[in-house]
C-alpha cells in the first residue's frame, strides 16, 4: 500500500475561511489516521489576487488549531523554500516553482492534448459579445477553436513567429468533443459528465509566464505525490478537467473527496462574512484586518478555545454515526472516516459553536481557567490571590461560555456596585422590605441564621433576599446570597447595604 499523502493548497487571497480551516482538519485527520503524511503548500499563481499577510494568516490559523503540516514548513515555521529531508519537494509556494511548470504544458502540446492561442483579450470578447447578441453563451471549445486564432488553425511557421513575437498568448487545454468522463469521488461517489460541456482552459500564460491553478494543482500533486485530494465542493466542476490532465500526462490519479459546503444559519447559500456579522459570530479562525481597515472578528479573539473550535468544525459535514459529540483531536483521528461525511451542505449553528465552547470550558481545570482569567482581573485594576480566583472560578464556570463571561458573572464579589438596574431597583427596593432586609442582616452573623430570622419572622423570604442581592450586586441576578457574603464578608455586605439605603429612594 503506497503511504497516505495528503496536501491543504490555499491560495493567500485573504483570510482563511472557516470551510478552509475545516479542509485542512479533514486532510490532517486522514493524513494522520493512515499514517501519512499532510503537506502545506500555497498556490499563488493568480498574482491579482494575491493580499499581503495572507499567507501568514493561514500558518497562524493551522498552528492555533493544533494541525501542524509534516511538510511543507521550515524550521522557522515560514513556508520552505528550499528542499530539506522534511521538505523534499520544496518550494511549497507555487510562484517559486514557476519554471516547473512550462515544459509539463508543452509536453501536452506535442501529445496533442493542447494547443497554443493567440486569441486577444479584445477578441475574445468580441467573440463573447457576438454569441450573447444571437443568444449564445460563447465556449471555447471544439464548437469554436476552428474559428479562433491558435496553433490549430494557423500554420506552423505563423504559430513559430506568434510565440516568439507576442507575449500574451496562453496554452489551452483541448477539450475532447462529446466525451463522457467518468469520475470517482469518495464522498459523492460515481459522476458523469459530458466534455462537450466544457471549456478549453488556460493552462499556462506567456504574460506572467506562470501556470493556471488547473496545471499548477496536478503537476504539483503528482510531484508530491499527493494519493488524496480533499477539498471543498466549490472545485467539483473542475474534477472532469483534471481527470483528463492526469490521462493527458499518463500519471496515476489520486483519489478525490469534494467536501460539503458550509451554510448559512438561516436560508440558503454559502456561510458568509456577511451572515457572520448580521449574526453576531465570526467566520474566519483569527481576527483579520483587511487593507481597507475593515476589521473582521475571530473565533480566538473572541474566547474560543482551539480544540472546542476543532471539534465543533469537525462536526460541520461529519457525522460519527454515535451520539458522541465531544472529541479531542486524537479521538477524531481515530473516529474520522471520509464515508460519514455527507453530501449536503452543513448548516452552521452560531448557538451550537458557543455549546462546544461551553463543554470544553467545562472540561478545562480551575487552575487553566483562573490562570487564564487572571490577566482580565489585573486588568480590571483588580487584585486577586490566586486561591480566590481559584475558588470563584469553580463557582461559576458552569455559568459561563467563554473566560470573558467570568467578569460579568462575578465582578461584584470584587468591587461594590455604582449603579442599580432601574427596574430591578423598582421591583424590589420597597420600603417594607428593605426595612426587613437590614433587620435581617444587622440581626445575624451569617446568611443560615439570616434564613432562619426570616421565617421565624415569617417574612416573605424571596422579596428580603432580593432586597439584599440588589445591594450586594446591583440588580436581581447573580450567585447565590451566602456565596457572595462568604467571598466579600459580612462587613462589606453590610456597608454595600447602607449604601443602597443612602443611594436608592424608596
Ligand atoms: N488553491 C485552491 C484553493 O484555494 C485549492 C483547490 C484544491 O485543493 O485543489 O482552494
Not at 177 to 185: A, F, I, Y
Not at 424 to 442: C, G, P, S, T, Y
Amino acid at each position: 500500500m503506497k503511504r497516505t499523502r495528503v496536501r491543504f493548497a490555499p491560495s493567500p487571497t485573504g483570510p482563511l475561511h472557516m470551510g478552509g480551516v475545516r479542509t485542512a482538519l479533514y486532510n490532517y485527520l486522514i493524513a494522520k489516521k493512515e499514517g501519512g503524511d499532510f503537506i502545506l503548500r500555497i498556490e499563488d499563481t493568480d498574482s491579482h489576487r494575491f493580499v499581503p499577510g495572507a499567507e501568514e494568516y493561514i500558518i497562524e490559523s493551522l498552528r492555533w488549531c493544533g494541525i501542524e503540516p509534516d511538510e511543507g514548513l521550515d524550521e522557522n515555521g515560514k513556508v520552505a523554500e528550499s528542499v530539506s529531508a522534511r521538505n523534499p519537494h520544496a518550494p511549497y509556494r507555487q510562484s517559486q516553482r514557476r519554471s516547473i511548470y512550462r515544459k509539463y504544458a508543452e509536453q501536452l502540446v506535442s501529445g496533442g492534448f493542447a494547443y497554443y492561442a493567440f486569441d486577444s483579450a479584445a477578441e475574445l470578447e468580441k467573440a463573447r459579445a457576438e454569441a450573447e447578441s444571437e443568444g449564445r453563451t460563447f465556449i471555447y471549445n471544439a464548437a469554436t477553436r476552428s474559428s479562433l486564432r491558435n496553433s490549430l488553425t494557423l500554420s506552423g511557421a505563423e504559430t513559430e513567429r506568434l510565440i516568439a513575437e507576442r507575449d500574451d498568448w496562453t496554452i489551452r487545454f483541448r477539450m475532447p468533443e462529446n466525451e463522457t468522463v467518468e469520475m470517482d469521488d469518495l464522498i459523492r461517489g460515481h459522476i458523469e459528465v459530458n466534455s462537450s460541456t466544457l471549456d478549453d482552459k488556460v493552462l499556462w500564460k506567456r504574460a506572467d509566464e506562470l501556470p493556471t491553478y488547473h496545471l499548477a494543482n496536478i503537476v504539483d500533486d503528482h510531484l508530491m505525490e499527493i494519493t488524496k485530494v480533499i477539498r471543498g465542493e466549490e472545485w467539483l466542476p473542475s474534477l472532469p478537467l483534471h481527470y483528463l490532465l492526469y490521462a493527458a500526462f499518463g500519471w496515476e490519479r489520486p483519489e478525490f473527496a469534494h467536501l460539503p459546503l458550509l451554510l448559512k444559519p438561516v436560508g440558503n447559500g454559502k456561510l458568509s462574512k456577511r451572515d457572520g456579522d448580521k449574526m453576531g459570530f465570526p467566520v474566519f479562525p483569527l481576527k483579520w484586518t483587511a487593507a481597507d481597515g475593515t476589521e473582521s472578528r475571530g473565533y480566538r479573539e473572541d474566547g474560543y478555545f482551539p480544540d472546542a473550535f476543532v471539534n465543533l468544525l469537525a462536526m460541520l459535514g461529519w457525522n460519527p454515526g454515535t451520539e458522541q459529540e465531544i472529541f479531542s483531536m486524537e479521538q477524531l483521528i481515530q473516529a474520522f472516516s471520509l464515508d460519514k461525511v455527507g453530501k449536503s451542505g452543513a448548516k452552521f449553528n452560531p448557538d451550537k459553536a458557543k455549546w462546544f465552547n461551553k463543554e470544553y470550558l467545562r472540561m478545562r481545570s480551575d487552575r487553566e481557567l483562573a490562570a487564564a482569567w487572571m490577566p482580565v482581573l489585573a486588568a480590571e485594576g483588580v487584585a486577586a490571590d490566586e486561591n480566590t480566583v481559584l475558588e470563584i472560578v469553580a463557582l461559576i464556570k458552569e455559568r459561563a461560555t467563554f473566560v470573558s463571561d467570568f467578569w460579568n458573572i462575578a465582578w461584584y464579589l470584587f468591587k461594590a456596585p455604582e449603579e442599580y438596574v432601574e427596574k430591578d431597583a423598582a421591583k424590589f427596593w420597597k420600603e417594607e422590605n428593605v426595612r426587613m432586609a437590614h433587620q435581617a442582616l444587622e440581626s445575624t452573623g451569617s446568611v443560615e441564621e439570616m434564613e432562619e430570622y426570616i421565617r421565624a419572622m415569617e417574612w416573605p423570604m424571596g422579596k428580603v433576599m432580593n432586597c439584599i442581592r440588589l445591594a450586594l450586586t446591583g440588580s436581581s441576578s447573580g450567585l447565590g446570597i451566602a456565596e457572595i457574603i462568604r467571598f466579600i464578608g459580612r462587613e462589606e455586605a453590610l456597608m454595600r447595604f447602607r449604601r443602597a439605603e443612602e443611594r436608592l429612594i424608596v
